[in-house]
């Protein structure tokens, strides 16, 4: 709020701001004054800082925007690459689970036939649990990379 200057004379007018005085002649009957000088320029060049600040402050926060659409894609990608591969290695896990767990049955045979020890018996059936516990490591994996994926989702 600017406050309202005073009139001290018939031709001065004192701001009640001590920061400046206007002069304002009563010649003629007229009743003119000038407003406060510079304001008009310096309320422009105040308005065209302020677009300038704005139009910069839009654009960092496109830049910003498009940064975290960019980085959003590329962890997406990264997921869907990762999510491929642990399929990929679920199905060598089955495939080994049922190749380790037939081992382990024919060696079990085997020594049922006097031709294995128990020993070889106990390393083959170590073997299948072993396989199956990959497995079941890669199918927590997966679980894991499908709830990345689903965040990733509802971010973007």
């Given at each position: 709020?600017?406050?309202?200057?005073?009139?001290?004379?018939?031709?001065?007018?004192?701001?009640?701001?001590?920061?400046?005085?206007?002069?304002?002649?009563?010649?003629?009957?007229?009743?003119?004054?000038?407003?406060?000088?510079?304001?008009?320029?310096t309320a422009g060049r105040s308005s065209a800082r302020q677009a300038e600040s704005s139009k910069h402050a839009a654009t960092a926060a496109e830049?910003?925007?498009?940064?975290?659409v960019e980085q959003?894609?590329?962890?997406?990608?990264?997921a869907r690459a990762a999510l491929a591969a642990l399929r990929d290695q679920a199905a060598l896990d089955a495939t080994a689970v049922v190749e380790s767990e037939e081992l382990a049955r024919l060696v079990y045979h085997s020594y049922q036939g006097g031709r294995s020890t128990?020993?070889?018996?106990?390393?083959?059936?170590?073997?299948?649990?072993?396989?199956?516990?990959?497995?079941?490591?890669?199918?927590?994996?997966?679980?894991i990379q499908l709830a990345t994926l689903a965040q990733l989702a509802a971010q973007g």
């Open positions: 709020v600017r406050p309202e200057p005073r009139q001290v004379g018939p031709e001065t007018v004192i701001p009640a701001s001590p920061r400046r005085a206007v002069s304002r002649s009563r010649e003629c009957g007229s009743r003119t004054s000038r407003s406060w000088p510079g304001r008009s320029q830049r910003r925007r498009d940064l975290v959003l894609a590329r962890e997406w990608d990264q128990y020993l070889e018996v106990q390393t083959y059936d170590l073997t299948a649990l072993q396989a199956k516990v990959a497995a079941a490591q890669t199918r927590a994996q997966i679980l």
